[in-house]
């Protein structure tokens, strides 16, 4: 059971981000709902799956790693919490809400990304430190690849209303 949650759980981690990914970049709004929604039930899927993994094992585990996971489901609640927010900004269907979109799943990315590095680190034995300065750095690149994208849109919706 353990190892089915947790194969589910990376799984839909990892498809959350591609399509996050791919809804920030994307320009129709109408698409960018479609995908936000996908976005949201992976999370969902993410957070339920995540939570089965920790339960089949819970009294296994030592206090402080018990603690730790229980930090790990109030950020995917939140993470949710910020994707749900995304999708009723899209909902509306306004392009000049983009750079609140890109906020909500950027922050959304970033942990992800985050998540990802960390685990990396931790399953190859680095050393407390190295994990340290790889999530540290891991956030850095996901803050300027996030600020990068809404310069970008910022540039775009500028072009947009001189053209008009």
Same mark, same amino acid.
């Given at each position: 059971?353990?190892?089915?949650?947790?194969?589910?759980?990376? &799984? !839909?981690? #990892?498809?959350?981000?591609?399509?996050?990914?791919?809804?920030?970049?994307?320009?129709?709004?109408? =698409?960018?709902?479609?995908?936000? =929604?996908?976005?949201?039930?992976?999370? +969902?899927?993410?957070?339920?799956?995540?939570? $089965?993994? +920790?339960?089949?094992?819970? &009294?296994?585990?030592? %206090? #402080? %790693?018990?603690? #730790?996971?229980?930090?790990?489901? #109030?950020?995917? *609640?939140?993470?949710?919490? =910020?994707?749900?927010?995304?999708?009723? +900004?899209? %909902? /509306?269907?306004?392009?000049?809400?983009?750079? /609140?979109?890109?906020?909500?799943?950027?922050?959304? *990315?970033?942990?992800?990304?985050?998540?990802?590095?960390?685990?990396?680190?931790?399953?190859? @034995?680095?050393?407390?430190?190295?994990?340290?300065?790889?999530?540290?750095?891991?956030?850095? $690149?996901? $803050?300027?690849? $996030?600020?990068?994208? /809404?310069? &970008?849109? /910022?540039?775009?919706? +500028? @072009?947009? !209303?001189? !053209? =008009?």
């Amino acid at each position: 059971m353990h190892t089915i949650a947790i194969v589910v759980h990376a &799984t !839909s981690a #990892i498809a959350a981000f591609i399509i996050g990914v791919v809804l920030i970049l994307q320009r129709n709004v109408l =698409r960018q709902l479609q995908l936000g =929604r996908a976005f949201l039930v992976l999370l +969902i899927l993410m957070e339920v799956f995540l939570v $089965i993994a +920790i339960l089949s094992h819970v &009294t296994s585990l030592s %206090t #402080i %790693t018990q603690i #730790i996971f229980g930090g790990l489901v #109030i950020l995917g *609640l939140y993470m949710i919490w =910020r994707a749900v927010q995304a999708v009723t +900004i899209l %909902t /509306k269907q306004h392009q000049e809400d983009q750079l /609140k979109v890109i906020d909500h799943v950027g922050f959304v *990315l970033i942990s992800l990304f985050d998540g990802f590095a960390i685990v990396s680190a931790l399953d190859l @034995q680095a050393p407390g430190w190295l994990v340290a300065v790889i999530a540290v750095g891991a956030v850095g $690149i996901g $803050i300027y690849g $996030i600020n990068l994208r /809404k310069k &970008t849109l /910022k540039m775009q919706m +500028i @072009q947009n !209303s001189s !053209s =008009r």
